[in-house]
């Protein structure tokens, strides 16, 4: 029998942000290859935690917790892909608390299953490469790879090819949902044009300025699929558009999760009101910038 007062490991699997998302290829399989600037937030996300059990077993908790029990659980296959492959024969019971919506463009699964990667491998005391653990990875999911990471990063490829870069200044993040899920899938299959070519990098943003200058170059490809499935996408970045300070505001991922960034806290805090005073039902969150 497993002692369930054994110590719990925890991790905090943050909300990831799409700058910019260039859909920039396609692979002969039909893999699409995509170039994106990620972020991620400090204090938006999900919790998670492990102990010991006999089996996989899993707990979920959260405002999005009841939601998630209908979806197939990538946090399942995650500690079942991970068990195979070093052949592990205990099992451990997995708790997710989950605050992001479901399907929403800001990676709540993949990060769910990038801190489960990690809390397993401590949990099970396995002894790995980090190329063989993003390898698992990529095969759980595009942003598995770079939830792995969880700080300012370029993802290219079919997900596989990470950058780490530098955002120096502080700077602040507004997420809001209009309330409803969008399967990646759908919204690809909706996207029309040409593909998109991938920006100048820079290693290093020294200035919030610097930073603007490359996302004014930039878009996600996937904005006006998304807003022809969900119209409602379109209002919300009008909205945040107008909001005192807003230095940016896009659609993250394949959506229906949108985000504008700040640089004053107080004018965050404004819109998070301003946004709650026009849809009190909405899903609003602020946070800084992970570094």
Not at 226 to 237: G, K, N, Q, V, Y
Request: one cysteine or more; glycine letters at 8%.
């Amino acid at each position: 029998m497993y002692n369930k007062n054994m110590t719990i490991k925890s991790l905090f699997a943050p909300a990831k942000i799409n700058l910019y998302l260039h859909v920039i290829g396609e692979r002969g399989d039909g893999y699409r290859l995509l170039d994106s600037l990620v972020i991620f937030a400090d204090t938006i996300g999900d919790n998670i935690s492990v102990r010991p059990a006999q089996n996989i077993e899993l707990i979920l908790k959260g405002k999005y917790g009841d939601i998630l029990i209908n979806h197939e659980n990538i946090v399942i296959k995650a500690a079942k892909v991970l068990g195979e492959r070093f052949k592990i024969e205990q099992g451990a019971e997995i708790t997710i608390e989950k605050n992001l919506p479901i399907a929403s463009g800001i990676g709540g699964g993949s990060s769910d299953a990038a801190s489960v990667l990690k809390l397993l491998i401590d949990l099970w005391g396995i002894k790995a490469e980090k190329q063989e653990i993003a390898q698992i990875a990529l095969q759980l999911g595009a942003d598995v790879p770079a939830c792995l990471h969880a700080k300012p990063l370029y993802m290219s490829g079919i997900g596989e090819k990470i950058q780490e870069c530098e955002i120096e200044e502080d700077l602040y993040i507004l997420l809001a949902n209009p309330g409803k899920s969008l399967a990646t899938a759908e919204v690809f299959s909706a996207r029309l044009g040409d593909f998109s070519t991938p920006p100048t990098r820079h290693k290093n943003f020294t200035s919030t300025t610097q930073l603007l200058e490359l996302l004014k170059q930039t878009s996600n490809d996937l904005q006006q699929a998304a807003i022809s499935i969900i119209p409602e996408i379109a209002h919300l970045i009008s909205s945040l558009e107008k909001q005192q300070g807003c230095l940016l505001a896009r659609m993250s991922g394949s959506g229906a999760t949108c985000f504008a960034i700040f640089s004053n806290k107080q004018n965050l805090q404004n819109a998070q009101k301003n946004l709650k005073l026009e849809n009190p039902n909405m899903w609003v969150e602020i946070s800084s910038i992970r570094k």
